[in-house]
């Protein structure tokens, strides 16, 4: 079955710990992105990436890395530098966008993070 | 930059009845698309419809609809004939041509009673 795979599904980091949060997808999407939502609130852009080898930072991106070493798998890194990371994470993928062409994202069933 | 603002943090309806949830953006790109997410307490993600701002119709899926004000930058969700089912949160969302970046806007809970 086609679709995206994020795991684990929980995961526990003591502080000062970097983790990281695996993300794979079998749809051929060419852009991946990875979202935080905390409790209640709504979806914001960590890093976004178009094309293998190539990422760009969206909206919260300090504290985290990420990596697009092929086209199918977009890891996300919280490092230690992110002062509040326990939180609900989000990867998607999606086509490029143009005419007549189906470019929703496609989401993972999430990992949720906690700092203990 | 692009923004995608969602004023109505939650709504609640009587099932049967009709919702319209309420989205504006804003973009300095011409070409783009918007998109309706549904999220129930599973967190699973749902496209619920979508609309090209190239395209003058409004779209249509089953019992969602959309009102697509392109000069005024608005993108509203209509339910009707609302079901227990559609109890979750609604995302508003907006993708540029060209920059793949895609942003979601704050959501609104909406709760369905029987």
């Known amino acids: 079955d086609g679709g995206i795979t994020q795991s684990p599904k929980y995961l526990f980091r003591k502080e000062g710990q970097n983790v990281t949060l695996s993300c794979e997808q079998n749809?051929?999407?060419?852009?991946m992105y990875w979202y935080r939502q905390d409790p209640g609130q709504g979806l914001r852009l960590i890093y976004y990436?178009?094309?293998?080898?190539?990422?760009q930072k969206g909206d919260i991106a300090e504290g985290y890395s990420v990596s697009r070493e092929k086209k199918e798998s977009f890891p996300l890194t919280v490092t230690s530098a992110q002062k509040n990371p326990t939180a609900f994470y989000l990867c998607?993928?999606?086509?490029?966008?143009?005419?007549?062409?189906?470019?929703?994202?496609?989401f993972g069933q999430g990992t949720r993070l906690t700092v203990v | 930059a692009q923004t995608v603002t969602q004023s109505q943090p939650e709504m609640s309806v009587q099932e049967a009845e009709t919702v319209t949830l309420s989205c504006t953006y804003d973009t300095s790109e011409s070409n783009y698309y918007l998109f309706w997410y549904k999220q129930p307490p599973s967190r699973q993600m749902i496209l619920v419809i979508r609309?090209?701002?190239?395209?003058?119709q409004n779209a249509t899926e089953n019992r969602f609809s959309v009102n697509f004000q392109k000069a005024a930058k608005s993108f509203s969700l209509k339910i009707s004939d609302s079901q227990l089912g559609d109890t979750a949160m609604y995302f508003c969302?907006?993708?540029?041509?060209?920059?793949?970046?895609?942003?979601f806007g704050t959501g609104t809970r909406l709760t369905i009673i029987p």
């Open positions: 749809l051929n999407h060419d852009a």
């Open positions: 609309q090209e701002a190239y395209k003058q």
């Open positions: 998607a993928s999606s086509n490029f966008t143009g005419y007549d062409m189906n470019t929703e994202a496609f």
């Open positions: 969302a907006l993708k540029s041509f060209g920059n793949e970046k895609l942003t």
């Open positions: 990436s178009q094309i293998v080898n190539d990422f």
